[in-house]
């Protein structure tokens, strides 16, 4: 009785199209909402550097420009795997989806090594969150894309996972779709955090 | 045991399973929905125990029931709860889960798991905002620099509550807005969608535009006080209004995530008691979207005195008067459809007509602070007080019983007593007046708010609204006694006892699960009353 209305629960018939359609909105609504938690960051960002230019000019030489450099590079690349991972799947290949999961995490994973060797350069330099607006903002924004770069490698290894227990497949890859719109956006608001932190000119 | 095939034809309403995990487990949006609903009203119940402490403070001029310090936490607490706790998630979260399927004929929400995972971070946030209360802040619900980042209170933990709330917010307001665009039944066209839908679309888009912004900000904040980040301390280069500026981007729009979804009721229950089809159907419809786009354009109306430049403080008071239109056609077109009604004073009815009343007293009395002149003499005196209550009671309140009162027999199966009701109401309707009409005297004649003592020539009117602050608890006991008494000795409700043509009043009382036999087709808007009759059949 209790096992069949559970199924019963969640048997709801939805329409396949209208499901993966509702699924890609959803996600999309949601990338909106992460926009705007960044939003008011950037805001501070823009209100912050207007109010003190020299400061800006000058900290931001703390940065380093190469590891930044890099790690751009990683991101974009791992969008790129994973943008053929999507297509990969979508036309049935399960063993080349896992593999290009596979290189997305490995990139995530780089980046965040990256990261951590920038941030313990700060931390010996005695530069902490609290050393001045600019590095407020440094720390803050980063740190927060880093926290969604953490939750982006968790769905990522769960649909690697997925993946190789061949739960998707060409008709059937909807999270593997959302999943990778989601790890666009971890790559897209990196590339506006990298020149306006480390390229002031 | 094995009996899937007749499964389909024997009504089992949605409330039949028992124990505590049929609860926490279901993705039924019905009983999510009374989730919602009851964690909502004990928090209700709670923050309002907390206004009668207050409101007993200030019966005599000295303080002598409770500590300055306590009374500061006191509306601290009563202010956060009601707003981040009861009246966002409130109507739109409980009433918005149960209704929005049946009334767009739907079996579930878009995404049934990621609602019950909502309501679970709603507990998650309240549970966080509980231990915080082993060291209850003494901020004001607006946790405003720089004293919130200065004070000895427990303001991180609160404030992180609040953050988790905002989680729970934007996943539900993003299930809404995909169910209402991806779930409606055939033939249910845009226009033909009830108000109340509109109303939830409207706020389901506030929500997911505003809560992000509230949450980078106490985001901030929490870094403030732990990490020594200084966006808000003047000491660091930082700016104390950059905190109201973040604060009220969310907070303002926020108003009309708590009051929209109670405007949707009013639209929903008006035509079915006045037996007239929604006057300006379009108007209300469109004039919610219109109250939530304006409503992210007047934040800095809560910051005239804050020392804003004079040039943005003259735009923003343009910008506020404007909200004034959206809002006064849809109270317009309310009064255009009961005129000439054949109008019945059902409960619901009455806290329809008190919701129009009252909403429109708080809707003019905010004329007076979106002026400029006369918001420097108003500002943070008991007229904002009274003003925020007429819309937030006399407004959202009023809305929610209303809801309650209407949907009572469709979502509980039962009926409550009428003639009870109907005195619960005047109770209330009389104790609000009561207690919030004299605060617009001593805000006009200078009395501050948050204060636990004040000179004796208010003794009188702040005595009066004490009085009144009982007269309203005895309303809402009785209220609350009403319905709860209706549920175990209330008769079985018939499946449509208002002869409503609303889709959800065409399946039984209480629904099904999964709500209809099989989806409808939609011919006609739900508003065709006093012409036709065919579709109660």
Known sequence: MEQASVEHSHGHQMDPYVEYSSSKLGMWLFLGTEILLFGGLFAAYAIFRA???????????????????????????????????????????????????????ICGLGFGAVKYLEYSAKFSHHIYPDTSIFFSLYFLMTGLHMLHVFIGLLILATMFVLTLKGKFTAEYNTPVEVGGLYWHLVDLIWIYLFPLLYLIA | MANHTIAHNVYVPFLEKKGILSWLLTTDHKRIGIMYL??????????????????????????????????????TLHGSLMVFFFIVPGLAASFGN???????????????????????????????????LSKPADTGWTFYTPYSTTTDTDVVLLTFGVFVLGFSSILTGMNFIVTIHKMRAPGMTWHRLPLFIWASYATSILQLLATPVVGITLLLLITERTFGVGFFDPAKGGDPILFQNFFWFYSHPAVYIMIIPAMGVISEIIPVFARKPIFGYKAIAYSSLGIAFISFLVWAHHMFTSGISSLAATIFSFLTFLVAIPTAIKVFNWVATLYKGSIQLHSSMLYSLGFIFLFTIGGLTGLFLGALAADIHLHDTYFVVAHMHYVMIGGTVMGF??????????????????????IAWFLIFIGFNVTFFP???LGVEGMPRRYATYPPQFESLMSLSTYGSWILAIGMFVMAANLLVGLFRGEKAPQNPYNSLSLEWQVPSPPPHENFEEIPHVTDWTYGYGKKKESEA
């Open chain 1, 51 to 105: 109010k003190y230019p020299e400061m800006f000019a000058e900290q931001h030489e703390e940065l380093n420009k190469q590891m930044g450099a890099i790690n751009t590079c990683i991101l974009i690349f791992s969008s790129l795997t994973m943008a053929m991972g999507v297509t990969a799947i979508k036309r049935g290949k399960q063993k080349l989806t896992a593999i290009l999961l596979l290189v997305t995490i």
């Open chain 2, 439 to 441: 605060q617009f005297f």
């Open chain 2, 98 to 132: 149960f209704l929005i399927p049946l009334m767009i004929g739907a079996p579930d929400v878009a995404f049934p798991k990621l609602n019950l995972g909502s309501y679970w971070i709603y507990l998650l946030g309240t549970l966080i905002m509980l231990i915080a």
């Open chain 2, 38 to 75: 009851v964690s909502i009203s004990f928090f209700f119940v709670v923050a309002g125990i907390l206004a009668l402490l207050m409101r007993l403070e200030l019966l005599t001029p000295a303080s002598d029931i409770v500590s300055p310090h306590t009374y500061n936490v006191l509306f």
């Open chain 2, 401 to 422: 019983l209303g809801a309650l009162h209407f949907w009572y027999p469709k979502w509980f199966g039962k009926m409550f007593n009428e003639t009870v009701a109907k």
